[in-house]
């Protein structure tokens, strides 16, 4: 299949596209389009590697995982079958959510040590940190004190050959005690040992401007979840390209943010077979925002 990438080298269209779009230039990715897997959280359990087959077939070239445990690997997959699984189908995995609650709260490693097994295994880059306990950032004191534990984690991340990243909802932006755990993060932590994941939906969704967000941090960002919203119910989620979300502004600014890894997800579908919504999403995400 020819590429995003291949296809603007061919007859000159590199140069028409600077004319006709080059705002969206900066978006387009080498990576090219993945996709979070918990989008497919009730399909991958029943058929892990029929599900992985149908995400390549989507027009996906890497994926995020999730939900990785050593007891269960990826559902039911040791993380070198799994590993086995993406490369039969020509992904790649740059990045996956772990969550670190057990090294937070007590220090303990064992689960932290799993995770980076498993992601040295598959070649990942990335140990994004999904959310936290919000036991654990109740107060402006909380907020340093977590982020200097995401220093120490990182730095342990970068001994192994990894980075550490972390993943927004909106609870983030709550103000405490005149800051919030968002600006402590981005201000406290080592920016060249924690990468930034934009969860664009959520910033959105809590009212604020990715852009804004990229100006006043570039290059902080090195993955971005790329989820639209429902025009009728900001609270669901819809195709990229379908909802309310500037897809073409925000991600026009890719190179200023320092986005690496464009990554689709999709929490939920409303009348669509959700196979058909990825494939759709990832479409968009090619055709019209030239990732």
Not at 49 to 69: L, Q, R
Not at 121 to 147: C, E, M, W
């Amino acid at each position: 299949m020819t590429s995003r990438r291949t296809f603007l080298a061919q007859a000159g269209i590199v140069s028409a596209g600077m004319v006709l779009a080059p705002q969206l230039l900066s978006a387009k990715s080498k990576n090219g389009v993945g996709l979070q897997l918990y989008s497919l959280r009730d399909q991958l359990p029943k058929n892990p590697k029929g599900v992985i087959a149908k995400i390549a077939k989507a027009g996906y070239s890497e994926v995020e995982t999730f939900g990785y445990s050593k007891q269960n690997g990826f559902w039911g997959l040791s993380a070198k079958e799994f590993s086995t699984v993406l490369k039969a189908n020509g992904l790649k995995t740059p990045s996956g959510h772990y969550g670190i609650d057990e090294f937070f709260g007590t220090g303990k490693m064992d689960e932290f040590n799993s995770y980076i097994e498993a992601a040295k295994i598959i070649g990942q880059t990335y140990i994004v940190i999904p959310g936290l306990n919000h036991d654990f950032i109740k107060t402006a004191a909380d907020f340093n004190s977590i982020a200097d534990k995401m220093n120490k984690a990182a730095a342990i991340c970068k001994t192994h050959g990894l980075k550490l990243g972390y993943h927004n909802h909106n609870f983030e932006w709550k103000e405490t005690e005149g800051t919030t755990f968002y600006d402590t993060i981005l201000a406290k932590t080592d920016p060249t040992l924690v990468s930034m994941e934009m969860d664009i939906y959520w910033v959105v969704r809590a009212g604020h401007d990715p852009v804004k967000i990229f100006e006043k941090h570039p290059g902080r960002f090195a993955m971005v979840h790329v989820k639209d919203m429902d025009k009728a119910n900001n609270e669901l989620n819809t195709e990229i390209g379908s909802g309310s979300i500037d897809f073409k502004t925000i991600l026009g600014k890719a190179q200023l943010a320092g986005i690496k890894h464009f990554i689709v997800e999709q929490e939920n579908f409303t009348n669509i077979d959700p196979y058909k919504s990825i494939a759709q999403s990832s479409a968009y995400m090619k055709n019209s925002l030239h990732i």
